[in-house]
């Protein structure tokens, strides 16, 4: 779940929706032609290249996909008032699934898109702070109050996960693991989706499950 930024408003979808209905409800929008809020919802293809972005990390570092051009790319949409991405932090679940990733050559990118006044909003300075108080991992945490990178890739939920192989093509999208809870106690015993995948991708090989259904 997240607020979108200040720019095109999405149409509003409420925690409590299933994440399947959520897709079916964008999708009945668009179709019927409600405005460009439905429309700016462009789902990235498998198998295509990934939508190119560039944006701001906290720190102030400029990051674009063009620029990782020969690396594995892992981008996690993240809203720290999310429970969904709470279990993940509060259970150890995304830190280590961002250590594994570092270590084996992949980079990591959190991506916040909430915009200013809407949940999970953040800038620089806290999101640093939240990064440190988390112990999380990852090679950097960009900065999208506008939307703009999570509505490329059609992210809707926290987290939503896409991993990109070297050559710059999506190999995956969807939820981090199988458990569509918000409790840390289902960690252990899901099936980690994008830990799998990253995997496969690091050795050369397709991904098994390339799309599951994303929760947050």
Known sequence: EWGWGTG????????TLD???RHERLEGETAHGKGKAAASFASADLGAMAPAFSG?????KSWSL???????VVLETTNVDCPYVRKHYTSGNMQAQQREAAAKGAVWLSLVA????????????EA?????????????VLLDPQGTIARAYGATVTPHMFVIDARGILVYKGGIDSIRSSNPDDVPRAKQYVRAALEEVLAGNKVTEASTRPYG
């Not at 095109?8 to 925690?15: A, K, N, R």
């Not at 909430?114 to 300075?125: A, D, K, N, R, T």
């Open 8 to 15: 095109v408003e999405p149409p509003q979808i409420h925690v």
């Open 19 to 21: 994440t399947q209905e």
């Open 56 to 60: 701001t990390d906290s720190h102030g």
């Open 66 to 72: 063009a620029g990782l051009k020969g690396k594995v």
């Open 114 to 125: 909430s915009g200013p006044g809407m949940e999970g909003y953040v800038e620089g300075l």
């Open 128 to 140: 640093n702070e939240i990064t440190r108080r988390r112990d999380a991992h990852p090679a950097a």
